[in-house]
């Protein structure tokens, strides 16, 4: 049966404003439905403690909902142990606390890291500080003109014998491009490579396994996939968290403490220092569970409908180009585009005004802007309440705008 977006929408207070705007920016962060939002309040009303800490009921209650939370987020995964889960604060910390640890801990003078040119900045900022501080390389995959990564030239990197671990985006945030990540990731560990995948933008349209991935790393943010903001999570393989030194010092994060050391707690609680952030923890596990009882099937079919009409859509305006894919089969979440003669911030600065919620900017991935030779574009990326009608509304408002800026 499919998706009923008018059932979807009534389940976000957001729409339901008399003039609410119209949002295509979900790659960004996507809104809320009812049952995130009341879970977290009814907890932060009736519920709320810190958690391992207290041996009285409520805090224990408390425990238990943080660590079922943790459970939830081992089954969407569909990752073996729920201990092969750390709570981050997002996929920027996520992918940080990988460089810092593992990266750190592990890496030598001349080890190389392979990054995509899709890589958001999370995922390459951490490498370019290890390679200030440690004298580690990097080496870049390039794409086509479609965003396809350039498999032969990780096979070449690869064939070099330092690589030591590849990162790769699961879904692209500008080009909505979907590497073949089981693919890298098996010719990776054919190398004797480690595979992160920063998750951000795949997390909320597609189901993942970990385990069908056998990835080592996977990170991803809440609030792409309807959560709260402030809670991430890191899937790192139980083995892999063993052997990795604590990220960050203090609280929760200890066994014992004396004046000459410390021992840390054992994974995940070693990389979760300070009190954590429960409240979100309670609010992503409703956001994980309201979508796994969408159904994936319903899920894609939906969204892929909504691709095809903002292709459709774009293809009619005169002077616009899509970036990456040139069909909207090939692109998942999000399409990026320019138009000839109109900067990109004035073009959404105007769609804003007639109430489109569109990004634009480099979306955090400049070396990719580079690759493709602009300095910006603008994204249209879409969630489940988004519908037909939204998107097409949205060449006339663009042919809009551009008659205001023609002025």
Known sequence: MALDSAVIRRQFPFLQERKHPVYLDSAASAQKPDCVLQAMDTFTRTRYANVHRGLYALSEQATDLFEQSRNTVRTFLRARHADEIVFTKSTTEA????????????????????????????????????KEEKGIEIVWIGIDDQGNVQREELTRALGKGNVRLVSVTGLSNVLGVRPPVGEIAAEARRAGALVAVDAAQWIGHHPISVRE?????????????????????????????????????????IREVHRNGFTPADAPQKFEAGTPPVTEAVGLKAALEWLEAIGWNDIESHEAHLMRVAFDTLRTIPGLRILGPKTPDGASGCVSFVVEGTHPHDLTDLLGQQGFCLRAGHHCAQPLHERLGIPASVRLSVALYNTEEEIRALGPAIARARSVLSK
């Open 95 to 130: 992918l940080n606390l990988i460089a810092r640890s593992w990266g750190h801990a592990t890496l030598r003078k001349g080890d190389a890291v392979a990054l995509t040119i899709l890589e958001h900045h999370s995922a390459i900022v951490p490498w370019l500080q290890l």
């Open 213 to 253: 991935l056998d990835c080592d790393f996977l990170a991803f943010s809440g609030h792409k996939p309807y959560g709260p903001t402030g809670i991430g999570a890191l899937y790192a393989k139980r083995e892999l968290l063993r052997s990795m030194p604590p990220f960050l010092g203090g609280g929760m994060m």
